[in-house]
């Protein structure tokens, strides 16, 4: 469940804003002025913090100045009642994310907490790295590989693959469904463009087809006087 922390001095405010977002699933916490704001933010781990600029004791804006020294992931957005572009743009400079200018809709508040949610889960190092894996990942059928990782599965368990029996099958899941002549595959694979002369491609070939290819469920064809494709049954 994410936590938020929201910062407001009108009772009516609160009471509406915990009631919407407890409803959504969340577990909301209050402050009714600036230092108890800010004790709150830097003494537990808030997913989210709702911060109002006009603030009994210390004010929004150097509430989220002093959170941003300790804490420079967290979510903040302002609700204003200011809502001059100068006041914005001291809001954002202070560090918050984004603004809502008062009064606002509900549906509204819940979409810009969404949106900084995600903006900020997908900055994560696990995240980051999770997107920049998931863009490696080529697979067929049963067949997996991550080219991340350099690694290949089928149905799950790893399959050991020389170093041009991997370049093959990339190959191959780079161009499923499309006839390759042996050309394409020494131009694709070896990185020469003329005919070697022997029968290499035909000879990795088998050597893939024993790794991954099941005698009664072959997924790479040979498509005579024109090479192989890679296609289901």
Same mark, same amino acid.
């Given at each position: 469940?994410?936590?938020?922390?929201?910062?407001?001095?009108?009772?009516?405010?609160?009471?509406? *804003?915990?009631?919407?977002?407890?409803?959504?699933?969340?577990?909301?916490?209050?402050?009714?002025?600036?230092?108890?704001?800010?004790?709150?933010?830097?003494?537990?781990?808030?997913?989210? *913090? *709702?911060?109002?600029?006009?603030? #009994?004791?210390?004010?929004?804006?150097?509430?989220?100045?002093?959170?941003?020294?300790?804490?420079?992931?967290? #979510?903040?957005?302002?609700?204003?009642?200011?809502?001059?572009?100068?006041?914005?743009?001291?809001?954002?400079?202070?560090?918050?994310?984004?603004?809502?200018?008062? #009064?606002?809709?509900?549906?509204?508040?819940?979409?810009?907490?969404?949106?900084?949610?995600?903006?900020?889960?997908?900055?994560?190092?696990?995240?980051?790295?999770?997107?920049?894996?998931?863009?490696?990942?080529?697979?067929?059928?049963?067949?997996?590989?991550?080219?991340?990782?350099?690694?290949?599965?089928?149905?799950?368990?790893? *399959?050991?693959?020389?170093?041009?029996? $991997?370049?093959? /099958?990339?190959?191959?899941?780079?161009?499923?469904?499309?006839?390759?002549?042996?050309?394409?595959? /020494?131009?694709?694979?070896?990185?020469?463009?003329?005919? /070697?002369?022997?029968?290499?491609?035909?000879?990795?070939?088998?050597?893939?087809?024993?790794?991954?290819?099941?005698?009664?469920?072959?997924?790479?064809?040979?498509?005579?006087?024109?090479? $192989?494709?890679?296609?289901?049954?």
């Amino acid at each position: 469940m994410k936590k938020i922390l929201v910062v407001e001095d009108e009772a009516h405010v609160v009471s509406f *804003i915990k009631k919407g977002l407890t409803e959504e699933g969340y577990e909301v916490s209050v402050a009714f002025d600036g230092s108890t704001g800010l004790q709150l933010a830097l003494t537990n781990v808030f997913d989210f *913090i *709702i911060l109002d600029i006009m603030l #009994p004791e210390m004010n929004g804006l150097e509430v989220c100045k002093n959170i941003r020294n300790k804490n420079s992931n967290v #979510p903040i957005l302002f609700l204003t009642a200011l809502g001059t572009s100068e006041n914005i743009v001291l809001g954002l400079e202070s560090g918050a994310d984004d603004y809502l200018v008062k #009064p606002f809709k509900f549906i509204e508040l819940v979409a810009r907490i969404k949106s900084l949610l995600r903006r900020t889960e997908d900055k994560s190092p696990l995240n980051k790295e999770k997107n920049i894996q998931q863009d490696y990942i080529h697979t067929f059928n049963d067949i997996v590989l991550n080219d991340y990782t350099k690694k290949v599965s089928k149905n799950n368990e790893e *399959i050991s693959l020389t170093t041009t029996e $991997y370049k093959l /099958l990339f190959y191959f899941l780079q161009n499923k469904n499309r006839v390759l002549s042996r050309m394409d595959i /020494l131009e694709g694979v070896w990185g020469v463009d003329y005919d /070697l002369g022997t029968n290499v491609v035909d000879v990795y070939v088998n050597y893939l087809r024993k790794k991954i290819d099941n005698s009664d469920d072959r997924i790479i064809h040979t498509v005579i006087g024109m090479g $192989y494709v890679l296609k289901e049954n």
